[in-house]
């Protein structure tokens, strides 16, 4: 069976609609062709994956074969996200160290259980920002940080799901940045709700790919890759998404299925990937941040969060080839509120 | 502008498609005919509202004034969620009382904060069910817990909208049962990352209506209006939805969009109706089980939370007329996982 799964590669371009317009991406994330008017959009897709995705995968292959003829050029600037709008975002953090260093900044205990089962947050899916929409925010004080995290998007799952029907729901993995207000997270977290205002929109890299498309670099639910973060043209982090993490894609899905069925287009995260080692860097600010105040930095002197202007750039590396999801490259723009 | 203001009620019949067919329902919810190919469903009424819903108006205007000749029979049998599936769904809690009695279970103080700004959290909305889908949990040792809401559906929110823009935002005003497993409740409120199997999907009363349909029972950005609630046909409580709530529909927006956006189809709640007059009764089981607790009755003695085959009913009253919105009438069916 799983020779026969879809190597799909998928973006969505800015058309003017809520939805946007779903693209096949080829290979080298060079040429696009439209999906065409049985999938005009990727929530299209999702409705009816099975079929679907099998008879896009046939249309990928006769490309292939003719070296896309006829294809449009890609450009990563007209792509929205691959869901612009989705009908459930929820994050899991499974990554021990970022759970380590997170909750040395918040200077609690991690969560009971933390190890025995995900946690998990439901988070806002009504926007999604494309790989180079702008990150808006309102005031520098909020402390505006980065996550970079991998995620899948699932087909629909039954309450209950078994690990089988969890692994065998997850349709797309996708790249994303969990925005974060680091400045409002501890007095929401207080209040026992979750985050609301301190999780601004999520934005995602513009190529949403099959796991059959990521070939060896999926492997036993997760993505075996590593994921390069810049801020301002430098170098931040680049660690692996598959080691250290505490459970995997099916494991996460599991969990979520326990008391609802999840419907098709659920964006399923991993959390902040984060790796022990320093040399791996980080793939959020406060945890570097950590890293310095641990490390007997003066408060004046710690990594600063976002600020106006500045440039931040995500993207997966597979043994050094081109970026598989392409890249986020998106601005922060500080606008007051008027 | 107010008297230009469309008067519609909208309920979404069940066709075998995940988003329903748009209904339009008369003032007498005994009558309905399909809004037509420019709505075929609510998020696409939404999508395009100012023009698409005075559109729609006027189709009403003209059935009104002809005795809705040739329209179909309603029933709520037939009715999926007013919106099957949505973006997103935020919830409030401003009932004073609501806050007081369950802290008082949780054993906890009451937020900090709370009378301050909306407590919010982010629910799930891939899921929506209809008027009389079952209830469906997996173990009665979950404490399945009835609550009854109501909620308003928006527009397009801006970042950062002040009181009258997230006023003018409010499209639709609905009835629904935001189904609460207590049993796992605090294990999840003690991550601090807020609900997320201790939600599965909520439930929503056939008809969705404009403020402007609702008349003198929506007042200062509030349904000004009772909730009649049944279990198993026995009365349970009947509050009233605009005494002691410290904020209204407005100001909860405001505070949901300070640093996020919302996207048109957004619900947004203001959390289970609760009154301090015990002759109100409860909107939820564990109120009531409170003021038992409260009263001096044994944990043996005190009233149970929903069990397999148990209903619920729940309507809301404006000048004992017929229900505004149609009525919620679910069973509750345990199937435990296999």
Redesign the interface.
Known sequence: MTALAPQLRLATRRNGR?DGELMLVDRSARKWVPAGADAPTLQALL?DWAPLAAQVDEVVRRLDATGWAGALPFDAGQCMAPLP????W?DA?VYRNHARLIYQWRREPI???YEEEP?????????MLGPQDDI???DEA?QIDLEAEIAVITGDVP??ASLEEARQAIALVVLLNDVS?RG?IP?E?????????????TSFAPIAVTPAALGPAWRDGMPDLRVRIAINGEWFGEPHANTEAIFNFPQIIR??A?????????IVGAGTISNASPSAGSACITEARVRQILAGTPESALRPYLRDGDRVRIEAIVDEQDAVFGAIDQRVSVRP??
């Open positions: 809520r409705d709008r989705a009908y459930q929820a953090s969560p009971a259980g946690l998990v947050y439901q988070g806002g899916s009504d926007v808006v925010a309102v909020h309450l209950g207000l409002l007095g977290l207080a209040k026992g709700f979750g985050f609301y205002q301190s999780k601004p929109a969990h979520l326990r008391t609802r069925s999840l419907a098709a287009g659920s509120r008027h």
